[in-house]
């Protein structure tokens, strides 16, 4: 075993049997209120006596435990970036909306990642945008102008999600580590694929796929966006002749199941590091596994608290990875 990652993984290991297994959600889900299932998930230790009672609250706790658990492990967190992009990319999309359209205070920022808010709000206000990292100066600039010109924020988005993608797959070609590869790769492919259905669904043309789409190995974004404009009959046959042909499955179920699966094609991924124990990925595969978990039980919760039926938030429900 590397000596590097000897501790950090059997600490993760010693940690992953807190994690909540299907029979533990189910258990969650069993419950017959939103009132139970935050007192169940209190007993399983989430939260803390600041969050008691405070759904939000418990969650966003639930969130900092896993980057202070990495940080005791002494792992350069460089290691983690290309799980945090979604969230920086966020914050540079809701800054970048937050000036060009002066509505102060409407947009949601994310404080853990190596940008926050405040910081991310000044540099878009004073179009420096050379402090951001490479991989985001370009998208940033043509997404301000686009927006601040044309007021199209639908364009703004494509834009900053596309670049998003590219940043996250670039990461993984160039990781030492198999999990982050794999986890870029099925990331990207699942996001288009999603791109092709939503475009499909709203008639979107065949020029708006391709710019939302990002390239990567296991998709072809031109041939899925071509049967995107042929109907999702199309396009569930062309998941077929590729590693992802569940998710035709999926789509024919339902739209819940569909977005189910995207998730859960994710978890599958990672799955393997819980056999191996020589590597940064089992420390990695957690860190995915308690996102999943938390936003299954965000998932959950809602569901309880808007008193739908169970069959209906079970459809919602992700795999989990232990």
């Known amino acids: 075993?590397?000596?590097?990652?000897?501790?950090?993984?059997?600490?993760?290991?010693?940690?992953?049997?807190?994690?909540?297994?299907n029979s533990t959600i189910d258990q969650l889900?069993?419950?017959?209120?939103?009132?139970?299932?935050?007192?169940?998930?209190?007993?399983?230790?989430?939260?803390?006596?600041?969050?008691?009672?405070?759904?939000?609250?418990?969650?966003?706790?639930?969130?900092?435990?896993?980057?202070?658990i990495v940080r005791e492990l002494s792992i350069d967190m460089e290691n983690f970036s290309v799980l945090s992009y979604s969230k920086l990319y966020h914050n540079l999309k809701a800054a970048i909306k937050e000036v060009c359209t002066e509505e102060k205070n409407r947009h949601i920022f994310y404080e853990d990642v190596s940008i926050p808010g405040k910081e991310m709000l000044e540099i878009v206000s004073e179009r420096d945008f050379g402090r951001l990292p490479a991989h985001m100066q370009g998208a940033a600039a043509e997404a301000f102008e686009t927006l601040l010109h044309t007021r199209d924020g639908q364009l703004c988005d494509v834009i900053i999600d596309r670049?998003?993608?590219?940043?996250?797959?670039?990461?993984?070609?160039?990781?030492?580590?198999?999990?982050?590869?794999?986890?870029?790769?099925?990331?990207?492919?699942?996001?288009?694929?999603?791109?092709?259905?939503?475009?499909?669904?709203?008639?979107?043309?065949?020029?708006?796929?391709?710019?939302?789409?990002a390239e990567c190995s296991s998709i072809n974004a031109g041939q899925l966006a071509r049967a995107a404009l042929n109907g999702m009959d199309a396009i569930r046959e062309y998941l077929l002749g590729t590693a992802y042909a569940e998710g035709a499955a999926a789509l024919e179920e339902s739209p819940s199941a569909f977005e189910r699966w995207c998730d859960n094609r994710i978890i599958q991924t990672i799955s393997p590091q819980k056999y191996n124990a020589f590597t940064i990925g089992p420390v990695i595969a957690y860190v995915i596994a308690r996102q999943n978990e938390i936003k299954t039980v965000r998932i959950i919760l809602s569901g309880k608290l808007n008193e739908l039926p169970d069959d209906s938030i079970r459809e919602r429900v992700r795999e989990m990875y232990v």
């Open 163 to 213: 670049a998003a993608l590219e940043a996250v797959y670039q990461a993984g070609k160039a990781s030492d580590a198999a999990i982050i590869r794999d986890y870029a790769e099925s990331m990207v492919a699942v996001a288009d694929i999603k791109i092709a259905v939503r475009s499909q669904k709203t008639a979107k043309s065949l020029e708006f796929m391709k710019r939302a789409m």
């Open 1 to 21: 075993m590397s000596e590097q990652y000897t501790y950090a993984v059997a600490r993760i290991r010693a940690l992953e049997v807190s994690l909540f297994s």
């Open 29 to 68: 889900l069993a419950c017959q209120s939103y009132e139970q299932c935050m007192q169940f998930l209190e007993e399983h230790g989430w939260g803390d006596s600041e969050t008691s009672g405070n759904a939000e609250a418990m969650l966003t706790r639930e969130e900092e435990k896993i980057w202070e």
